[in-house]
């Protein structure tokens, strides 16, 4: 079935720095993936949705200053947390959804833990 | 290790007719559960939520789910279902400790 990767799986920062994670489709063509933030105990909240050439589109509420989404080709997306502080330690996800939406379109990659120190 | 087990991966239903979808988890104890709709080009929108209490759980659009311990089962159901329920419905699980975990999702089709 089709996979969707994310990398790193964890990653522990300094405030102020940045971290980007990456999220690909390993055998299919996305053309849309979405990124979701998910907080303990909570449902998942989603960030942005992203499309192969264009500008992200942001959810209500999230800084695209501070989440920059990048979806430079079909099947990688890249989200980029400026500066980040304690606050942005979070698990992201992100989804991509097979270019064929007459299949089971929708794949979930596995999450990164993000800890900002 | 946790996990979530959506049997259907395509169900069919007539416009007005009642539904069920199953889920089924893998988890040691009594974990969060959720439901998730998703229409074509969308993001997740969630349609309920099961942490304690009450197991017979009331969503949004007409939906519940009943938690079943015993069968580790958390099926969501909604008794007269509209062309517009067609989409896309995944469960997760969240052991409060790891990311989400989905089930691969169900494709519920509604005709006329």
């Known amino acids: 079935g089709a996979v969707v990767s994310q990398h790193p799986s964890r990653v522990i920062c300094k405030s102020g720095t940045s971290v980007k994670i990456e999220c690909r489709s390993l055998d299919f063509q996305a053309t849309t993936m979405f990124w979701y933030r998910q907080f303990p105990k909570q449902s998942l909240m989603l960030m942005a949705t992203?499309?192969?050439?264009?500008?992200?589109?942001?959810e209500q509420g999230v800084e695209k200053d501070k989440f920059l989404i990048n979806h430079a080709s079909l099947t990688l997306s890249t989200l980029t947390v400026t500066s980040a502080h304690p606050e942005d330690s979070s698990f992201y996800i992100c989804?991509?959804?097979?270019?064929?939406?007459?299949?089971?379109?929708?794949?979930f990659g596995p999450g990164t833990r993000l800890t900002v120190l | 290790a946790q996990s979530v087990t959506q049997p259907d991966i395509h169900i069919t239903v007539s416009e007005g007719a009642s539904l069920e979808l199953r889920c089924n988890y893998s988890?040691?104890?009594?974990?969060?559960l959720f439901w998730y709709v998703q229409s074509p080009g969308q993001g997740l929108q969630l349609l309920l939520k099961?942490?304690?209490?009450?197991?017979l759980v009331q969503g949004i659009k007409g939906f519940e789910a009943e938690f079943k311990r015993s069968q580790s089962s958390f099926n969501l159901r909604k008794p007269s279902v509209h062309w517009s329920d067609a989409a896309e419905y995944f469960c997760?699980?969240?052991?409060?400790?790891?990311?989400?975990?989905f089930g691969k999702g169900t494709r519920l089709s509604v005709i006329a």
């Open positions: 992203s499309n192969e050439g264009s500008k992200a589109t942001y």
């Open positions: 099961y942490f304690s209490g009450d197991t």
């Open positions: 988890y040691g104890a009594t974990p969060y």
């Open positions: 989804s991509a959804d097979h270019y064929l939406r007459s299949t089971d379109t929708q794949y």
């Open positions: 997760a699980l969240d052991s409060g400790n790891t990311p989400l975990v």
